[in-house]
């Protein structure tokens, strides 16, 4: 069970150096899934992703992490942190007062066995030259502030038995959807004073705004937030997604993010097509992590603009690929709506 089997006190500890709260969880035989009053968290026995939002301290509780793990007698053996651009970078907090003093961060309290690191900050491909592993077409309109994509990865050497077939055909696909359709957004919006529980509400906005459609197959566990905002997880076998809505207008915002099979169109293709669907964002950054070579995840970057195309007019493609030492390849595209 490893880390499943902290239990629900020493989650909050976890979750208290953060500054977020437990709002609705579900799980099955493979891992555990929470929404967070600031995104979600994902316990399985050998990896947690915590995924937050806001001015959350979320690096602050690697420590705690650590420190549980070392009380279970496990090793940590991965160390992945990933984010967009801040959209209000003057509002956050120690360590997250920028990428550098972050990365600080990490190098100070990560083992010393986690030898392999690189850090990183991913442009938006439409602004700047190709790097030399990708390719990237010139745009207009460059996308927001929100579309560089941050990654620190800090890995121990993997042994030969560790590279399964199974795994180096996984994904994790981030997307980043910002100017959401002002019509689609109002679907995240709760009557007012309508009394109603946030579980209530949060399966009727699943089922009117197509979520629930992404994958019929999955175990959903969604909430709605008052007056607005929504978060919600799937459980299917041992994949997780996730999906969390800011539909304010002037700074409307939605992620989506789920793990896949390269050689399942479903997985990739259909997902976003289906998600960019329900939103119709004005732009969006697509982050690929995988564990395959450079070539393998070119390809993943050109499915992902295939798979935009028919979708309407969109601009800036290109994608930007990067290495990390025993942490596998990210690829990463931002795209503009012409019309907006
Ligand atoms: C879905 S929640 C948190 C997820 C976060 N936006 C993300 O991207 O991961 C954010 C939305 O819920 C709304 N909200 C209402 N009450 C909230 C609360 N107590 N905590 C966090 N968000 C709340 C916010 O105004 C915003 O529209």
């Known amino acids: 069970m490893g880390l499943r089997r902290l239990d629900f006190s020493e989650l909050k500890q976890v979750l208290d150096a953060v500054q977020c709260s437990v709002v609705s969880a579900i799980g099955n035989a493979h891992f555990d899934a929470y929404?967070?009053?600031?995104?979600?968290?994902?316990?399985?026995?050998?990896?947690?992703?915590?995924?937050?939002?806001?001015?959350?301290?979320?690096?602050?509780?690697?420590?705690?992490?650590?420190?549980?793990?070392?009380?279970?007698?496990?090793?940590?053996t991965r160390?992945?942190?990933?984010?967009?651009?801040?959209?209000?970078?003057?509002?956050?907090?120690?360590?997250?007062?920028?990428?550098?003093?972050?990365?600080?961060?990490?190098?100070?309290?990560?083992?010393?066995?986690?030898?392999?690191?690189?850090?990183?900050?991913?442009?938006p491909t439409c602004c700047t030259?190709?790097?030399?592993?990708?390719s990237s077409s010139s745009s207009s309109k460059p996308p927001g502030h929100s579309h560089s994509w941050h990654v620190?990865?800090?890995?121990?050497?993997?042994?030969?038995?560790?590279?399964?077939s199974s795994s180096s055909s996984l994904f994790t696909v981030e997307i980043c959807m910002t100017e959401l359709d002002r019509g689609?957004?109002?679907?995240?919006?709760?009557?007012?004073?309508?009394?109603?529980?946030?579980?209530?509400v949060g399966s009727e906005m699943t089922a009117a705004t197509g979520i629930g459609r992404i994958?019929?197959?999955a175990?959903?566990?969604?909430?709605?937030?008052?007056?607005?905002?929504?978060s919600m997880n799937t459980v299917h076998g041992a994949r997780y997604s996730t999906i969390h809505v800011t539909p304010e207008e002037g700074y409307s915002y939605a992620s989506f993010e789920c793990v896949g099979s390269l050689h399942n169109r479903k997985d990739l293709e259909q997902s976003l097509q289906r998600v960019v669907s329900i939103f119709r964002p004005a732009t969006i950054s697509v982050a690929v992590s995988t564990d395959?070579?450079?070539?393998?995840?070119?390809?993943?970057?050109?499915?992902?603009?295939?798979a935009l195309k028919p979708m309407g007019p969109w601009t800036g493609n290109g994608a930007r690929v990067e290495d990390f030492p025993a942490g596998g390849t990210v690829t990463f595209q931002t795209f503009t709506h012409r019309r907006k």
Not at 83 to 92: M, V
Not at 154 to 161: F, I, K, N
């Open 79 to 123: 160390c992945r942190y990933t984010r967009g651009s801040f959209i209000f970078p003057k509002a956050q907090p120690f360590p997250h007062t920028s990428f550098r003093e972050e990365v600080m961060y990490l190098e100070d309290i990560l083992p010393a066995h986690l030898c392999f690191r690189k850090a990183c900050i991913m442009p």
């Open 184 to 200: 689609l957004a109002r679907g995240f919006f709760r009557r007012r004073g309508d009394g109603r529980s946030g579980d209530a």
């Open 152 to 164: 620190y990865s800090a890995s121990h050497a993997p042994e030969e038995s560790e590279e399964s």
């Open 292 to 306: 395959v070579d450079g070539d393998a995840a070119d390809r993943v970057a050109a499915r992902v603009a295939a």
């Open 129 to 134: 030259s190709s790097s030399s592993s990708s």
């Open 219 to 230: 175990i959903v566990c969604d909430y709605a937030f008052d007056p607005c905002g929504y």
């Open 215 to 217: 994958d019929k197959d």
């Open 35 to 76: 929404v967070l009053s600031e995104s979600s968290l994902f316990v399985y026995p050998k990896k947690m992703i915590i995924k937050t939002c806001g001015t959350t301290q979320l690096l602050k509780s690697v420590p705690c992490l650590l420190s549980h793990a070392d009380d279970l007698g496990l090793a940590v």
